[in-house]
Every structure is written in structure tokens, then in C-alpha cells.
């Protein structure tokens, strides 16, 4: 059973960083890509950044792009998400995704974790 637990969130000011982390079991890293997406009251969900399961290569949205950085740790089956120059709009529960994944294919059910909320504010 793949279960997906992220921390890290919190206040932080305008400018500031936050390192947020999304603690998964249950499933082999290399087979599955990991993502994190985001929601503010009154919005959808967005896609925010991925880490793919066979190689890691990263994309990120363009709203994140430069400041936000993807990462694994393969040994302790952790994701990380660094968040630098965070702004008011950066606000939202952030969650962590799971999805298996062959190459470009990916497959099977979404896994998701319970979310931690960010709030960027002075």
C-alpha cells in the first residue's frame, strides 16, 4: 500500500524559503514519478514540479520555475521540494503525488498525501 506523509510547511515571510518533504512508502522510487502539486482557497489544484522515477529529471511549472527545486533521496524514499524567493501568491496546501510510471507512460491510481499548508506572508 503506497502512502505518501509530507512536513515542512509553515509561515514564512516574503522572500523567505521553506523546505518541504513527502515521506512515501510502499513503493520502488524507480518505477514511479513523484510530483507536487498545490491548492489555494477557491482554486483547482495545480501541478507545480516532477522528478521522474527512472532518471530524475525534473520539470517545473513556469510560475516556479528558477526558484523551486525538485530532489529524491532514494535511500530514505524521500521527495523534497526547496522553496526559495517565496511570494504572497506562492500561498496554498501543498501535496505530494505518486503515479507509476514506464518511460513516458504512466498508469494505474494517483496516491496523494494530506498536504501541508505554506502561507507566505509579513
Known amino acids: 500500500q503506497v502512502q505518501l506523509v509530507e512536513s515542512g510547511g509553515g509561515l514564512v515571510q516574503p522572500g523567505g524559503s521553506l523546505r518541504l518533504s513527502c515521506q512515501a512508502s510502499?513503493?520502488?522510487?524507480?518505477?514511479?514519478?513523484l510530483k507536487w502539486f498545490r491548492q489555494s482557497p477557491g482554486k483547482e489544484r495545480e501541478w507545480v514540479a516532477t522528478?521522474?522515477?527512472?532518471?530524475?529529471?525534473?520539470t517545473y511549472a513556469d510560475s516556479v520555475k528558477g526558484r523551486f527545486a525538485i530532489s529524491r533521496d532514494i535511500a530514505e524514499n524521500t521527495v523534497y521540494l526547496q522553496m526559495n524567493g517565496l511570494k504572497p501568491e506562492d500561498t496554498a496546501v501543498y501535496y505530494c503525488?505518486?503515479?507509476?510510471?514506464?518511460?513516458?507512460?504512466?498508469?494505474?491510481?494517483?496516491?496523494w498525501g494530506q498536504g501541508t499548508q505554506v502561507t507566505v506572508s509579513s
Open positions: 503525488n505518486a503515479r507509476r510510471c514506464s518511460g513516458s507512460l504512466c498508469f494505474g491510481s494517483h496516491y
Open positions: 510502499g513503493l520502488a522510487f524507480s518505477s514511479y514519478a
Open positions: 522528478i521522474t522515477g527512472a532518471t530524475g529529471s525534473t
